[in-house]
Structures are given as structure tokens and as C-alpha cells.
């Protein structure tokens, strides 16, 4: 009796850990060109122990496979933007300017607007170059169950890297061209986890005042 019990804890230990070890290595999807060309076909995907998708590691380069099983490593710059489904989820990612090191491929929350909106996943401290980044990376956002970056991004090219430990004056500087969300964020009425409500208000604010300029020239 002894004997089949231990049998049995083994089964399912090895059935458990089996589980555990098979991971999902490839997910369906499409690239988009700079030609704006699509090619549909799937992804190998960095993946951690709990199966959570490594987004700093496919913000470097991604690992494609064309419906004919051809395989190409793209890199940020050598095209435009990539989909794909995990996680009961459709993720979108774009080759996007950072700052003055190059580029790389970003998870999109929005592009809808003005302001361009997206998440940064640092790998290390070596693409950080502040303080209060540093602070960032260490002591992660608390806010959020995963550890990033808002990445905004202006028509004209200035950029806000805004975490938990970003100075409120860099904020209210990025916003400041609109003074009541700028009064907002100065009197903390709008924080760190506000960042959706701030874009989508900016982006209002500009296409108002885009609208009355074209009126008023017509």
C-alpha cells in the first residue's frame, strides 16, 4: 500500500512538473513593412518561468516565421510594426525613437491623438540615465503589477519617461502648453497612475484647437 501511494505522489509530481516545463513558445500573428506590406506567420516568444511574456527582451528583436516556415530576425528600424495574440491578449508593437540611442520596438497602448503613448520595459540600469530612473528600476513602479515605463511621444519629437519616481516638474513641463491639465498635475489632482486620463485630455484639448485654427482660416 505504502509502495502505491509513493507511486501514485510521483505520477503527479512528474505530471506537475511537466505542466510547469512546457511553454508556450510561438504565438500567431503579422508584420507590417515599411512598404506596409503585411506577412502573416508567428512568433518565437521569450517567456519566463511563469509563462509571462519577457517584453524588454522583444523590444530588442523578434524572432519571425513566415507561413512558409522561413525564419527572420527583425530588428527596431527594419520594420514598421508586428502583432501578435498570447495571453488572451493582441499586442502591438512599434519601431519608436529612443531618445538619442537609437530604436526600439515598443508595446502600443495608444496612437489615436497627438500624443503617442507607449510602455518601456528596461532589461537593465545601462538605458537609464537618471536618478529618478534609476529609483524606478529598482524599487519598480508599485503601482502596477508589471515593471515599465510610460513612453509619450510628441509630433515634434520630445519625449517624457514617466515612472512612479518621475519629478512632477518634468511632468508638468511635458503638459505645460495646456494650462488647466498642467494645473492638474501641479496641484497632484492627476498622479503617476493618472497618465491614460492625461493623454486622452491633452489629445482632446489639441484636436479642438486644431479644429478652431481650421475654422477660423476658412
Known sequence: MIRYYITVVLLLFGLLSF????????????????NQDTIYGSFKL?????????????????SFFN????????????????YFFYDFETLTFKTVPYFTNGQLFMKVISEKGNLHLYKFYPDSDKRLSSVYE?????????????KF?????KPDGEILLMGKHTPKRRI?????????????????????????????EYNAWKEEMENASSSDND
Do not use: C, H, W
Open 172 to 200: 508638468y513641463s511635458f503638459f505645460n502648453d495646456y494650462p488647466e491639465l498642467a494645473e492638474k498635475i501641479d496641484t497632484r489632482q492627476y498622479k503617476y497612475t493618472d497618465v491614460y486620463k492625461m493623454v486622452r
Open 67 to 82: 507561413q512558409d516556415g522561413k525564419r527572420t530576425l527583425y530588428k527596431p528600424g527594419e520594420i514598421e510594426s508586428f
Open 134 to 146: 534609476l529609483a524606478e528600476y529598482i524599487y519598480s513602479s508599485g503601482s502596477f503589477d508589471e
Open 19 to 34: 505542466g510547469k516545463s512546457k511553454k508556450p513558445k510561438k504565438a500567431e500573428g503579422y508584420i507590417i513593412t515599411y
Open 149 to 153: 515605463f510610460f513612453y509619450i511621444i
Open 46 to 62: 521569450k517567456i519566463d518561468k511563469d509563462k509571462k511574456l519577457i517584453y524588454a527582451k522583444t523590444q530588442e528583436k523578434v
